[in-house]
């Protein structure tokens, strides 16, 4: 009989771009990972990475539940959850973020603001009652962006759901800490760089790079309970910061 331990268990919502790179610095770190999207295509992209692929929809609380059942009946338990996958909804036509405020649309809020928030509510939820009740250490990140921080013209639905995500991750980490469940907030303030290189003549400098996100994910994961960080803000040094 071997003596080994069990392989730590993840589950990455979304596997394009930062969750790709997700799944394979942890695979390749040795996790049994679960990838998870909506869809086959983007499953098909990352079964090459040795992570368990399952469809799956993070906005949908019964899907995300029977994807961690799924995951704790072959790997044992799950000791992180990942929420990567980007939270579109509606018709999002029109200028990024929903535009300005006096000209936007109607019914611009449920798309840029209330998707978002709504999503980030399903998985934080669902994911804290599944982890209470398997008891334990665990982590869980929710990946977001600048707009989390402040508003910006022209964006302001879109900060007002990314102020949603903000709120919500910070209330669950109030709310799961006490029970040894690690919740952490990645804003990831900047464009994300396409995981297969920027289109040819498109300067990165002032990209996230996917693969140093995924290493900042894990460091989340692999703290301790002495020295938990609930807010973690990534900045490339070419982008503007606001303190």
């Given at each position: 009989m071997s003596t080994e331990p069990a392989p730590r268990s993840a589950v990455v919502f979304g596997a394009r771009n930062l969750g790709r790179?997700?799944?394979e610095r942890l695979t390749s770190g040795g996790w049994a990972v679960v990838a998870v999207a909506r869809s086959q295509a983007t499953l098909d992209g990352v079964a090459t990475t040795g992570a368990v692929v399952l469809q799956g929809d993070i906005t949908e609380s019964a899907s995300v539940r029977q994807v961690?059942?799924?995951a704790a009946e072959s790997h044992g338990r799950v000791d992180l959850v990942v929420n990567a996958a980007a939270p579109y909804?509606?018709?999002?036509r029109g200028p990024f973020g929903g535009g300005r405020l006096s000209e936007a649309a109607p019914d611009a809020f449920e798309p840029w603001a209330a998707?978002?928030?709504r999503a980030a509510f399903t998985f934080l939820s669902t994911v804290g009652a599944f982890l209470l009740e398997q008891g334990g250490p665990a982590t869980v990140v929710q990946v977001t962006g600048g707009s989390a921080r402040r508003a910006m013209p022209g964006r302001g639905l879109w900060a007002a759901g990314s102020f949603g995500v903000r709120a919500l991750s910070n209330a669950a980490a109030l709310e799961l800490r006490e029970h040894g469940i690690h919740v952490a907030l990645l804003i990831v303030?900047?464009?994300i760089e396409p995981i297969g290189g920027a289109p040819?003549?498109?300067s990165t400098e002032a990209?996230?790079?996917p693969r140093a996100l995924a290493r900042a994910v894990?460091?989340?994961a692999e703290q301790g309970a002495r020295g938990a960080t609930h807010e973690l803000q990534v900045t490339p040094l070419a982008e503007r910061w606001v303190p």
């Amino acid at each position: 009989m071997s003596t080994e331990p069990a392989p730590r268990s993840a589950v990455v919502f979304g596997a394009r771009n930062l969750g790709r790179a997700v799944i394979e610095r942890l695979t390749s770190g040795g996790w049994a990972v679960v990838a998870v999207a909506r869809s086959q295509a983007t499953l098909d992209g990352v079964a090459t990475t040795g992570a368990v692929v399952l469809q799956g929809d993070i906005t949908e609380s019964a899907s995300v539940r029977q994807v961690l059942v799924q995951a704790a009946e072959s790997h044992g338990r799950v000791d992180l959850v990942v929420n990567a996958a980007a939270p579109y909804g509606g018709d999002r036509r029109g200028p990024f973020g929903g535009g300005r405020l006096s000209e936007a649309a109607p019914d611009a809020f449920e798309p840029w603001a209330a998707a978002p928030a709504r999503a980030a509510f399903t998985f934080l939820s669902t994911v804290g009652a599944f982890l209470l009740e398997q008891g334990g250490p665990a982590t869980v990140v929710q990946v977001t962006g600048g707009s989390a921080r402040r508003a910006m013209p022209g964006r302001g639905l879109w900060a007002a759901g990314s102020f949603g995500v903000r709120a919500l991750s910070n209330a669950a980490a109030l709310e799961l800490r006490e029970h040894g469940i690690h919740v952490a907030l990645l804003i990831v303030d900047a464009g994300i760089e396409p995981i297969g290189g920027a289109p040819p003549g498109q300067s990165t400098e002032a990209l996230a790079d996917p693969r140093a996100l995924a290493r900042a994910v894990e460091f989340l994961a692999e703290q301790g309970a002495r020295g938990a960080t609930h807010e973690l803000q990534v900045t490339p040094l070419a982008e503007r910061w606001v303190p």
